[in-house]
């Protein structure tokens, strides 16, 4: 092989991969249609891609690659259902049964409907892919796992690495929830309005967020944060965004991931090492993100109802965005919208986090009140952000001596390595002013 036949395949499969990380999602989704099964229907996406792999080399990269691929994967997929359909007929002769004209009529039109089925709507198709993929019936991880590995296009290996697990793992994550999804009989199809709809779609959201935040802030490892878990649940969430523009609290989601992706560059200094909100450069915040976000805040405010958990988030994440110095914070606001947040969904996080903004509005003894209220919770027990605040309001109060054993408390229930060093230096900065 030349030099430059090296290099095509080179390019032909750095092509392969982009589009089939943009494009895999609609494949699969397509071909999920006709096959009604989404192990099927990922095994002929799967299929798709290597005959891509065989022949892009030597043919060239075509026009339309997407199209090439949900082509290619929907043959098969019709293909498929006419060798189920051969297969039927034979097992009816071969046991020389007569079947009811209804049912007759029911196997007759499985490849018609393959046919009609192949010709659908594409956004329909993402969307059902979405309530399937993130369905309440799957365990957390496995919803997780299964939407990355489905609509974020990533590989088992690269899953398995931004959650720091093994790829074994992920693997039977994947395949148990496949199992899971077939076994209860769960329908590809996108459920009618009503309360099925809003448990539905609040699992939904809850991918996404989740995803998001541990791209945001890693449990554990030894990266304070992990941007393509972020950049991942953005696509996935504008994406939802332009599939169900009617939902606010789509677009409260949205708001909320692009106003808090706009300070990762800021959030890590030259070697790494986390910076605090209070302590970023603001002009490295990226503006971008700021007015997509805000612009997805006013479409979520303009839809009917209240506004939801995502929506109040958002409007928090606005109060800082809009401050050009921590001093300009409009921290009485974000007080009122946390009051709001725990009427929505009450939690001891998030009265922590309203302690944080109580004592940012109306003086650190105020918080700290607040912050030994919940000290008995169970939810927070091993929760290392307790700590963490009630060390930064002893320190702001002088008490350092207990400052400095509340950080080292929470270092020691980190399993981030930036954040225990940032929670050590804490800890020792705390002790030197003591």
Same mark, same amino acid.
């Given at each position: 092989?030349?030099?430059?036949?090296?290099?095509?395949?080179?390019?032909?499969?750095?092509?392969?991969?982009?589009?089939?990380?943009?494009?895999?999602?609609?494949?699969?989704?397509?071909?999920?249609?006709?096959?009604?099964?989404?192990?099927?229907?990922?095994?002929?996406?799967?299929?798709?891609?290597?005959?891509?792999?065989?022949?892009?080399?030597?043919?060239?990269?075509?026009?339309?690659?997407?199209?090439?691929?949900?082509?290619?994967?929907?043959?098969?997929?019709?293909?498929?259902?006419?060798?189920?359909?051969?297969?039927?007929?034979?097992?009816?002769?071969?046991?020389?049964?007569?079947?009811?004209?209804?049912?007759?009529?029911?196997?007759?039109?499985?490849?018609?409907?393959?046919?009609?089925?192949?010709?659908?709507?594409?956004?329909?198709?993402?969307?059902?892919?979405?309530?399937?993929?993130?369905?309440?019936?799957?365990?957390?991880?496995?919803?997780?796992?299964?939407?990355?590995?489905?609509?974020?296009?990533?590989?088992?290996?690269?899953?398995?690495?931004?959650?720091?697990?093994?790829?074994?793992?992920?693997?039977?994550?994947?395949?148990?929830?496949?199992?899971?999804?077939?076994?209860?009989?769960?329908?590809?199809?996108?459920?009618?309005?009503?309360?099925?709809?809003?448990?539905?779609?609040?699992?939904?959201?809850?991918?996404?967020?989740?995803?998001?935040?541990?791209?945001?802030?890693?449990?554990?490892?030894?990266?304070?944060?992990?941007?393509?878990?972020?950049?991942?649940?953005?696509?996935?969430?504008?994406?939802?965004?332009?599939?169900?523009?009617?939902e606010p609290e789509v677009?409260?989601?949205?708001?909320?991931?692009?106003?808090?992706?706009?300070?990762?560059?800021?959030?890590?200094?030259?070697?790494?090492?986390?910076?605090?909100?209070?302590?970023?450069?603001?002009?490295?915040?990226?503006?971008?993100?700021?007015?997509?976000?805000?612009? #997805? !805040? $006013? +479409?979520?405010?303009?839809?009917?109802?209240?506004?939801?958990?995502? /929506? *109040?988030?958002? &409007?928090? @994440?606005?109060?800082?965005?809009?401050?050009?110095?921590?001093?300009?914070?409009?921290?009485?606001?974000?007080?009122?919208?946390?009051? #709001? !947040? $725990? +009427?929505?969904?009450?939690s001891p996080v998030v009265?922590?986090?309203? /302690? *944080?903004?109580? &004592?940012? @509005?109306?003086?650190?003894?105020?918080?700290?009140?607040?912050?030994?209220?919940?000290?008995?919770?169970?939810?927070?027990?091993?929760?290392? !952000?307790?700590?963490?605040?009630?060390?930064?309001?002893?320190?702001?109060?002088?008490?350092?001596?207990? &400052?400095?054993?509340?950080?080292?408390?929470?270092?020691?229930?980190?399993?981030?390595?930036?954040?225990?060093?940032?929670?050590?230096?804490?800890?020792?900065?705390?002790?030197?002013?003591?």
């Open positions: 092989m030349t030099g430059s036949d090296s290099r095509g395949d080179q390019d032909a499969r750095r092509a392969i991969d982009a589009v089939w990380r943009i494009e895999s999602a609609r494949v699969i989704a397509g071909v999920a249609r006709i096959v009604r099964d989404l192990g099927i229907a990922e095994e002929l996406a799967q299929d798709a891609l290597v005959a891509a792999l065989e022949q892009w080399p030597e043919s060239g990269v075509p026009d339309n690659p997407g199209a090439w691929l949900m082509a290619t994967a929907k043959h098969r997929a019709i293909d498929l259902v006419r060798r189920k359909e051969r297969y039927a007929r034979k097992l009816e002769e071969l046991g020389h049964q007569l079947e009811s004209q209804e049912s007759r009529q029911s196997h007759g039109s499985d490849f018609a409907a393959a046919e009609a089925a192949a010709d659908g709507d594409i956004e329909d198709d993402l969307l059902r892919l979405v309530f399937t993929a993130c369905h309440p019936v799957l365990a957390t991880e496995a919803r997780v796992a299964l939407t990355l590995r489905l609509l974020g296009g990533l590989t088992t290996a690269e899953i398995a690495r931004a959650f720091l697990v093994g790829e074994p793992t992920v693997a039977q994550r994947i395949v148990r929830a496949k199992k899971t999804l077939a076994k209860a009989g769960v329908r590809f199809e996108v459920p009618e309005e009503g309360a099925e709809r809003r448990e539905r779609l609040a699992s939904v959201l809850e991918v996404i967020y989740l995803v998001f935040n541990e791209g945001y802030s890693a449990t554990a490892g030894d990266d304070w944060m992990r941007p393509g878990l972020c950049e991942d649940a953005l696509r996935l969430g504008r994406v939802l965004a332009g599939l169900m523009p009617r677009h409260g989601l949205v708001a909320l991931l692009e106003i808090q992706a706009s300070r990762a560059a800021a959030r890590t200094g030259p070697s790494g090492e986390p910076v605090l909100l209070t302590d970023q450069d603001r002009r490295r915040w990226d503006q971008l993100l700021i007015r997509r976000g805000f612009a #997805a !805040l $006013a +479409r979520a405010d303009a839809l009917p109802g209240r506004p939801g958990p995502y /929506a *109040v988030q958002a &409007a928090i @994440a606005a109060c800082h965005a809009r401050a050009f110095t921590p001093d300009d914070t409009d921290w009485p606001r974000i007080a009122e919208l946390y009051d #709001a !947040l $725990a +009427r929505l969904v009450p009265e922590l986090n309203r /302690a *944080v903004a109580v &004592a940012m @509005a109306h003086g650190p003894e105020q918080g700290l009140k607040l912050v030994d209220a919940l000290g008995d919770e169970p939810a927070l027990r091993r929760y290392h !952000l307790l700590p963490t605040v009630r060390g930064d309001l002893l320190a702001r109060l002088g008490r350092h001596a207990e &400052a400095r054993t509340e950080f080292v408390r929470a270092a020691a229930l980190t399993r981030n390595e930036r954040e225990r060093g940032l929670l050590l230096a804490r800890a020792a900065e705390a002790g030197r002013n003591s």
